[in-house]
Structure formats: C-alpha cells, structure tokens
C-alpha cells in the first residue's frame, strides 16, 4: 500500500514527536552548552604580533588584540565601527590603521571622521606607548550609511 | 534590518562571560536589542559578549540539527558543534552578512556534522532496527502517545532518510528555515529542497503511520 503523505506539521504525532526530540535535545544542550562556549572562545584567534613599548622594554600584542581595543573605543554619535585593519611590517611595527565605519544618515561626516582619527590615535598612544610613533595617521574610511541616527551610537 | 527569532532555550553561560553580560544592566539590554548583523560585526572585532549572544540565540538550534543528523548521538552531536562553534569564533570576522547569520551558522554545523559522521563508524540499520519502529501496536494510539516512545521512533525513522532528505526535513520541519535558506545552507537549488522534503514527509509518514 502506498502510504498516504501527511505533513509531518499537520500530523498531530509527529508534532509531539518533533516536540519531544525539541525538549531532549534542548535539555542536552543546556548541560553542554557551556562547556562548548568556554571551548571555543579559549581558542585563540592566529593573527600577527604588533611591537609595543612598556616602560620595562617592548612587549608583542596580537593583531587581533589591537582590533578590538580600537574597536571598543567610546561612542561617536551617528558612527559604526565595522572593520580596523592593519598594516604591519616585517619587524612587527604598526605602519598604518584604517578604520572602517558606516555613519547614520544625517551624520555631519567630515567632523564625525576627525572624532573617530583622534579616539584612535589615543587608543593606540595608550597601548603600544611609544611604538605609535611609528604608525601613520590613522586612516577612517566611510563606507555605508545606515537608516537613522543609532540610539546607542556604537563606534 | 530583521529581527532574528531568538530561541526560547536559555542555556546557561560559562562563569566569565555570563557573570560579565548579567552583572550589567545596560549591556544586557545592548545585546539583547542587537541584531545578528551588529552581533556578528562586534564578534569579528573580538567582542566575546556579542558572540556569547550569538551562541545563546543559535546554539539550541544548531544542536538539535546535529543531534537529529547524528542519530540522537549526544556525545556525536557536542563534538560536532564544538567544532562549529570554535570554526565560528575563528571565522566570524570573514562574515559579510551576504546571508543572514543563522543560515551562515547551520552552512558551517553542516560540514561539521558531515566530517563527525564520517569520523566515526557508520551505524548499521539491521532488522532490529525496522522491527523496533515497524511493529503494529495493538492498542489504541491514543493510549501509546508516550512522547519519549515517539522521540525514539522519530530518531530511528530519521536515521533511514537518506542524509541529503534528512538535513532538508530537520531544517524545515524542526527549524523553520525557508527553501530558500536550506538551499544555501546546503549548496543546492530550492526545487532539489522542495523534492528531497517531498520524499522525506512521505517516508517518515509511512514510518510514523503506526502512531495515528
């Protein structure tokens, strides 16, 4: 006999079936889930090292590392970090910075740029000390408009 | 933008990252507002809290995907998405938000169940097996719709899909994806989805006839 087809969303059992696999898996996952999470994050992400200068001698940061201190500069209103890239020579010395941003449409641009320029620059001073002398003026490149002002202006 | 559908599982956190995201009010708020995009942006950045928030919305999803590809192997199926998720944190600054985030997501927890499967040994499908789901009840249904009966028989029924019907049956009936979406995911066309769902339903049917 060819068996009939019933969708399976239409099928009262295979709802509850579907809703028995949903609450067993789901239950796995929460006694899983945070040894997954803690696995994952703990590897660590290849990316170059960029020459600092503490005051006891040079120390190597991770590219990476670098990225996300930039990218977790304070708010300029209306502007979005999207991207930072790098340029780092042979010897590891950061040459250039350029960080890539999407304003809110009606965002005055030119002033928002010099805002997101001197936040970095800062950023960098603080973090690699007096290796930052040898990195250009850093670069903000515009390259999207978002809709609307952002309530929380997250650059 | 859209809004994604946040899965109502919450899974617990491990200490660190949680305490950091429920310690502060306004960053709670910030990441449970963002969407997938902002998330996935602040992650590739280096952001560890957006990417926990990624990892909470999508994890239970990804999760039941490989568990249900994986034949209800538990241990399998964490390998699996250990795999995926720690590919995820390494990748996620390559996402360009081309596709949205959870279809990006499942396209690399479906390589990575591919690779888990062929890790191990292949699990035969002996006549136990066809027995154990085939054999008629002589009782009424009504009176044998114990829900972990019906898991297992769901879990053996799904195990004799072919593996290119099952991924496309668990993405759109358990998952709620679009033929659209599965066909990325899956790196076919939405009429091959749309044929492979057809001859799943009308296998599993048959296989679940039993119970109605």
Redesign the interface.
Known sequence: MI???????R?R??R???????????A???A??????????S?P??SRLVRAQAPSGPVGIRE??V??HL??APAVEGV?????HLDIDDDDTLTAVRVEVAVAFGTVVRPAADRVRAETKERLQRLLGAAAGDCAEPHVHIGDVTGGPSP?G?A | MHVQDMDGSSPDLPPGTSGRIRNSRAAVSFEERADDAELARRAGLGDREAFAEIFRRHGPALFRYALGMLEGNAADAEDAVQNAWTRVWLRIGTFRGEARLRTWLFAIAAREVLNQRRRRRPVPVGDDLLIAVAAPLDQEPEAHLDHEQLRQALTLALTELPWRQRESWILREMEGLSYDDIAGILGTTPTVVRGQLHRARTSLAARMEKWR
């Open positions: 068996p009939r087809e019933v969708s399976p969303s099928s059992e295979m509850a079936a579907v809703q028995a696999f949903r609450e067993v898996a789901d796995r996952w929460a899983a889930s945070p040894r997954v999470l803690r696995r994952s994050l590897v992400r290849r990476h590392v990225s996300a990218a977790a979005t970090v999207v991207g930072i929380e997250t």
